[in-house]
């Protein structure tokens, strides 16, 4: 998953890209190639049994969003897409103050999805860590499932990598970023270090 694009304009673009989101606050950045993206299956399974508690909750989680088949399709229409990562404390994940580390991921992802719009990729897409509805709507219904309504959020809200199969935990294993698994009886004195992660797709 090395940084090997031949558009030597994309090349630039990805660079300014990378170096802006250090700025808004990511550890470390990677370029990748979007054919080494691992969708499955399985992953979407894990969102509906034991259902999550966002599953079919919001316009932004399964079932409501594309399919791994056709997000496999989707995602290699786009050559290069930025994978970035923000260090967080195992403790703050199990605490209250997860919602404002998930939140900076949204931001990450839509600031620069919105630069990467300017710099003329008009199909640039962001993905996010974590379900949007329990980080910015999580004590309300959503409002696009309630009689196709508005979202609330659309310049932040959008989907997990998850949401569309994304092997969240293989990605960042192949790009060389320690990752540990955390669950929800994990005690964070037991887990070394944590991360949540965010993708650019840039076309």
Known sequence: MGENIQDSGLSASLMRLRKTAVELGADDVRIISTDGIPIEDRIVEMCRKPPCECYSMSANCPPHVMKPSKARKWMLSYEAALLFKMDVSPRILFSEESLDAFRKTYVVCTG?????REMGYA??????AGPCKSVFCRDI???????GG???YPS?????MEALGINVFRLVKDVGWKIYPILRNSNPEDVS???LAGLLLVG
Do not use: I, Q, T, Y
């Open 112 to 116: 620069l999805e919105s630069l990467s």
């Open 141 to 147: 219904p959503c409002a696009v499932l309630v009689d």
């Open 123 to 128: 199909r640039s897409k962001g993905l996010g």
């Open 193 to 195: 270090s944590a991360m």
């Open 156 to 160: 932040l809200a959008r989907p997990s």
């Open 150 to 152: 508005k979202c609330r």
